[in-house]
DNA sequence: GTCTACATGTCGCTC
DNA sequence: GAGCGACGTGTAGAC
């Protein structure tokens, strides 16, 4: 069961100590506190004054949130320390956020701190991410008939000039398919990759004909009409089959870690 | 000041109840859960238990973070709904955020929620990213005539005894003049590091008159104060409009590129 | 609404 | 450590 402890209407002499050592011993940290806030680094930024939620983690990831808004106003990924002190001038509490490379402080001026949250959190669930577009790239690579044709899979990730060929088959005529997968919507420069690829590999086959293919679930109008234009292919994949096949993927892989 | 309200080993019917009001009055939500979620959209993915902290914003930004990381494990940047009520068979609190475009749902069940914090915070303070002291002092040099008044750029960095001289101008009636650029508000240090280098200066210079300008979006009276006292100056730089310039000058270089 | 380029992007990989 | 590409990227601006 994890530990939380509550610190509320506290004074802000006490809200720095309770911090401080919450900091030091790694607590999971939340806290309500009407600051300003300043960064100085890669880039530089001033928030006024207002009330924010701040969370300090128990690995030093620091991030700032206001009131609305899905990312933070001001953050800092991991942190080489943390301080807090409460500021007898100012009576404020001051909390340095920073990181030493790239070389960069977050700094919070508390004036109010109405709450804080001290808690040590048990978590050692395991987090799976499903059908990324790796992971559809080997579904397909083992099961290239899934595209819809015969094809045979001759190389995953093939290095041409420009980057990598997601997928490189043959199909039933023994041409050369290049295939341009993503696991959402393909959009023009999805089309524009394929076609480099293609041009690419042209260079090196000379006069064979290349088969361009972007697989995907769904494709842009846009893009459509570029790949038309190009005589280019799309092959639509099914998501949810392939995400079968990755649960399948997934426990052999399981068992696959097991034993190494 | 920050209404607060504090929920602490609720079962966990009540905090279904608790939750599923704060989020119909557009509260800010953080709570503390032992759950497992599953997120289902442009991909798809399943946490397993574990203890975790939940931020509800209240324009329904939603955010699951673990103890550790930097970045939240599941998230729905903006919600076209949230439901949270007590599934009678599980015994779990099931809290789904919804967004409609791209059609993407997060799901978390709780077994466990030992905390519940509920808050209206009051947040109107102004956010200002500005560009680096490298860029500012860069976009003053090309444009001089920010400053105020006909200066002509004469050295960037000038090496002088005890250190470097931000900008080095001359004005209208060729008055040499020294500039200090700080990003953000200026100290007494700043004025002080101006001081220095105008002495240094004067050395190699004599009785020719030298203008000290201190170039800050703002200036403590602190630091006003002795300015006046050593009959420096202050000019205020307007970050905005450093902004503007230095995208410009990013589209420039991009064009430099091009023709290189 | 879709497309495009930028971000304190972050993350994870290869070299 | 630097370089490069992917991301459930998010975000802002142009068309």
């Known amino acids: 069961m994890a530990k939380v402890?509550?610190?509320?209407?506290?004074?802000?002499?006490?809200?720095?100590?309770?911090?401080?050592?919450?900091?030091?011993?790694?607590?999971?940290i939340y806290l309500i506190a009407k600051c300003d806030v300043e960064y100085y680094g890669r880039s530089s930024s001033k928030l006024e004054e207002g009330e924010r939620q701040i969370i300090i983690k128990s690995d030093g990831a620091f991030l700032i949130h206001r009131p609305t808004g899905h990312s933070p106003?001001?953050?800092?990924?991991?942190?080489?320390?943390?301080?807090?002190?409460?500021?007898?001038?100012?009576?404020?509490?001051?909390?340095?956020?920073?990181?030493?490379?790239?070389?960069?402080?977050?700094?919070?001026r508390a004036s109010e701190i109405p709450l804080i949250v001290s808690s040590v959190l048990h978590d050692s669930g395991a987090f799976y991410m499903y059908v990324s577009e790796k992971e559809i790239r080997d579904i397909l690579a083992a099961h290239p008939t899934l595209l819809?044709?015969?094809?045979?899979?001759?190389?995953?990730?093939?290095?041409?000039?420009?980057?990598?060929?997601?997928?490189?088959?043959?199909?039933?005529?023994?041409?050369?398919?290049?295939?341009?997968?993503?696991?959402?919507?393909?959009?023009?420069?999805?089309?524009?990759?394929?076609?480099?690829?293609?041009?690419?590999?042209?260079?090196?086959?000379?006069?064979?004909?290349?088969?361009?293919?972007?697989?995907?679930?769904?494709?842009?109008?846009?893009?459509?009409?570029?790949?038309?234009?190009e005589k280019l292919e799309f092959k639509q994949i099914n998501l949810k089959v392939i995400t079968e096949y990755a649960k399948k993927k997934t426990s052999a892989k399981g068992i696959l870690e097991f034993f190494k």
């Open 5 to 28: 402890e509550v610190f509320e209407r506290i004074d802000l002499r006490k809200a720095a100590e309770v911090l401080s050592k919450a900091v030091r011993s790694r607590r999971n």
């Open 73 to 108: 106003v001001n953050w800092q990924p991991e942190t080489s320390y943390i301080n807090v002190e409460f500021d007898e001038e100012e009576g404020k509490v001051i909390i340095k956020a920073v990181r030493s490379k790239p070389r960069e402080i977050v700094v919070v």
């Open 148 to 229: 819809g044709e015969k094809f045979v899979t001759i190389d995953i990730e093939k290095k041409v000039e420009p980057g990598f060929i997601d997928l490189y088959l043959k199909d039933g005529k023994g041409n050369v398919v290049v295939v341009e997968i993503k696991r959402s919507t393909a959009r023009v420069d999805a089309v524009r990759q394929l076609k480099k690829y293609i041009d690419a590999l042209s260079k090196h086959l000379g006069h064979e004909r290349i088969r361009g293919i972007i697989a995907a679930p769904s494709i842009t109008s846009k893009a459509y009409e570029l790949l038309a234009k």
